[in-house]
């Protein structure tokens, strides 16, 4: 919506990308002002990451979380920017020669794409630092920067257009807890990383032909600018119709003459209108007039992709472990993997958070 369509959004951004922006700008005017300028005390850098909070704020922005105010926001993102200075200070570890700096890199078939660096550093001729700064209340693991694809195609993008630089570090700054991670990528990893995203490109222009782009809800929508505008969310049940379509459902559930793998559709179709009634009302229980359904969640470990750098983490961990399987999604449940086997496996899976139907008698 926001880069095909040019949609506008019809709900404010959220208070977390409000307060990551701030953030975000205040590190890059630090660093500029460094450049060109005497280095900012920390009392400057905190009187312009407050003008900035004041002057770019908009009432339509959206505290998501109960409990929270946007003054909350506003002290953590102050913290941020505190801990950074002081860590940092006096910012002559190595040259900056970017600051928000554009990318571009070459991928196989023809196709081009284009990132933005927060800031690009250079330790010598033949070595530079990537430098991404993240506000997010989640750290990462090493084994997960290991594997992250966009850092990896900045790497990309700066060896194909500094061909003398041999040592690219990717440096990620989560400075909400002061953290520092880094990694490499070799250039083989490099060259096979273009090719998968150069045919990851080609899956989203065809499903885009074929108008195969279906909504893909998650945790994530009720901080989504576009939920209004979302299809998956204009659809409104009133609760009439709710009560009929509760009803139906318990009675196909217990109807043994319709061939399984229908059923398990028509389930699922009437399913999902349950479900968006429970998050339209915020009722996780959805009565009829014989039964009413409980709407609750479930949560599954979901194997990387090929298409994803972790597969490829995963397999060889596997292969360490001596362990041949096919049968990624069931891994948790094999019985030679140890409790701190798979411990040390869940790095490599995403958790996606579902929901399902119980029906109960009244």
């Not at 205040?26 to 660093?31: I, P, S």
């Not at 043994?256 to 996780?284: C, M, N, W, Y």
Request: hydrophobic share 35%; aromatic share 8%.
């Amino acid at each position: 919506m926001r880069y095909i369509d040019k949609a506008v959004p019809l709900l404010g951004r959220s208070i977390e990308s409000y307060m990551g922006n701030v953030v975000h700008e205040t590190l890059e005017w630090l660093y500029d002002t460094s450049i060109n300028h005497d280095l900012a005390t920390k009392q400057e850098v905190i009187d312009y990451y407050n003008r900035r909070w004041v002057s770019r704020w908009k009432d339509d922005i959206r505290v998501i979380k109960n409990g929270f105010d946007s003054e909350h926001y506003k002290d953590e993102g102050r913290d941020c920017v505190e801990k950074y200075y002081d860590r940092y200070t006096p910012f002559n570890q190595s040259v900056v020669i970017g600051l928000e700096k554009r990318i571009y890199m070459d991928l196989p078939g023809g196709k081009k794409i284009m990132g933005i660096i927060d800031r690009l550093d250079k330790k010598s001729k033949t070595h530079l630092e990537v430098h991404d700064y993240k506000t997010s209340g989640r750290l990462i693991e090493q084994s997960q920067a290991d594997v992250d694809r966009q850092l990896s195609l900045y790497a990309l993008g700066i060896h194909q257009n500094f061909p003398e630089v041999e040592t690219v570090d990717l440096i990620w700054h989560f400075v909400k807890f002061d953290e520092e991670i880094r990694s490499q990528r070799d250039k083989s990893r490099l060259e096979k990383l273009a090719i998968e995203t150069s045919s990851k490109i080609d899956m989203i222009e065809s499903a885009v032909k074929r108008d195969d782009l279906p909504p893909s809800r998650s945790v994530l929508c009720d901080w989504c600018e576009y939920k209004k505008q979302c299809p998956e969310f204009s659809k409104i049940i009133d609760n009439t119709e709710i009560m009929d379509v509760v009803d139906k459902y318990a009675s196909l559930s217990q109807n043994e003459d319709i061939p399984k793998a229908d059923k398990s559709v028509i389930l699922r179709t009437i399913g999902d209108k349950i479900k968006l009634f429970s998050q339209q009302t915020g009722h996780r229980t959805v009565k009829g007039m014989t039964h009413k359904a409980i709407v609750e969640d479930v949560f599954q470990r979901i194997p990387p992709s090929e298409e994803d750098l972790r597969w490829y983490g995963l397999k060889e961990a596997l292969k360490n472990m001596d362990l041949v399987t096919e049968d990624l999604e069931g891994l948790f449940s094999h019985p030679e993997l140890s409790d701190e086997q798979k411990n040390s496996l869940k790095e490599y899976f995403d958790i996606e958070r579902s929901t399902k139907v119980v029906i109960e008698e009244l």
